[in-house]
């Protein structure tokens, strides 16, 4: 491959940014089927309401080999009242399970960070299932310039 | 493939009550058995932590199930509200069955 000026790798990724926003009323669908799937099977079918948590990821990611993720769920994480798992839903990738947070109520907080890979350009879900029963998610889109799960 | 070496970054010293804030990292390639050898055609076959376990003093305080989706090298941040003084003990466990540990004392005044 022939060497890219800084300016010429800009414009390439501009364009394949503008092209995976182009196809994705098309694909969305497929994307949403999967990842709907994968938080049924985690409710066990129950509503997740959203809320509660906070998903904090880049709205632009520009490798997706590497996206820093970030969330929060409003817990006072008590022996009683704590936050059980937390599932993270990338319904773009190849396979949409990223990962599952397992907490107890030694956490102190339900907070915790990673790094997760993004195919490209899509809505990344979290959902929490709290020690009552209930569900609460959160929902955040990331655009993504290189797609990070190898060719 | 390097041996995976784990990292950790847990404080030393905390009041009781505070909440404290783990870092920690593990070298490895994280591979997703979704890629193919350039040159052969055949799929890389799938080699990743595919667990990780924070206990305190033999109990559990966090875990993660990971997908192939997780970044190569690993990273986790997490919390644990400190109550007494102890030792942390970092686990996480690779597709091939290795197990890698990591040990820090956290000591609570």
């Known amino acids: 491959m022939k060497d890219l000026s800084r300016r010429e790798v800009l414009a390439l990724g501009s ?30 079918g129950k509503a997740a309401t959203e809320g509660k948590i906070k ?7 520009e490798n997706g080999n590497t996206v820093p993720l970030s969330f929060t769920v409003e817990s006072p994480m008590t022996k009683k009242d704590y936050v059980k798992r937390v599932i993270i839903i990338a319904g773009g990738n190849p396979r949409p399970e ?9 956490s102190g907080v339900a907070k915790a960070s ?32 290189i797609g990070g799960c190898g060719g | 493939m390097a041996k995976s070496k784990p990292r ?42 595919n667990k990780f376990q924070a206990k305190f003093e033999g109990t559990e305080i966090f875990s993660v199930d ?10 986790f941040q997490f919390s644990m509200k400190a109550e007494k003084s102890g030792e942390f003990e970092f686990i996480w466990t690779d597709d091939n069955g290795e197990v890698y540990s990591k040990k820090s004392k956290l000591t609570v005044s």
């Open chain 1, 15 to 44: 364009t394949a940014a503008a092209a995976a926003l182009f196809i994705n009323p098309l694909t969305a669908h497929a994307e949403t089927d999967l990842a709907k799937d994968l938080i049924k099977k985690f409710t066990g």
């Open chain 2, 8 to 49: 950790v970054k847990a404080p030393k010293k905390a009041s009781k009550g505070d909440i404290v804030t783990i870092k920690t990292l593990i070298s490895h390639i994280m591979e997703t058995g979704l890629r193919k050898n350039k040159k052969t055609g055949k799929i890389i076959p799938r080699r990743i932590i």
């Open chain 1, 55 to 61: 998903l904090e990821m880049p709205e632009i990611a």
């Open chain 1, 114 to 145: 990673s790094r997760m890979r993004l195919a490209k350009t899509q809505n990344v879900i979290a959902v929490a299932e709290l020690s009552d029963g209930s569900f609460h998610m959160a929902k955040t889109e990331v655009k993504v310039t």
């Open chain 2, 66 to 75: 990971l997908d192939p989706a997780i970044s190569a090298n690993p990273f």
């Open chain 1, 98 to 106: 990223v990962a599952t947070f397992n907490f107890s109520h030694l």
